[in-house]
């Protein structure tokens, strides 16, 4: 079941989206971590974060990023967000 939602939009409208599924790339950051494909980032020995990849168009512009809980009682945070440039 899908917990949340995380879209780029570009500035054409078109969007990415990356939907967060537990046990596949979302868990509960409380316990110990259980995802299968993000890496998980270890704060301390009762959290954790996940570090999110979601493959952009770099021949777009990019023009928002918008986060969307989706099922009852989940929490989204982001730390923070980075762009990569791939220069191969």
Known sequence: MVNARLKVIYADGSEETAELIPPVNFD???IPAF????E???FSDGTH???QKITLDP???LCKFTVEAVANEVI???LAL???KDNR
């Open 28 to 30: 509960d950051f409380l």
């Open 35 to 38: 995802q299968e494909r993000n």
């Open 40 to 42: 998980t980032v270890y």
């Open 49 to 51: 974060g996940l570090v």
């Open 59 to 61: 021949s777009k512009e």
């Open 76 to 78: 989204v945070n982001i």
């Open 82 to 84: 980075t762009l990569m």
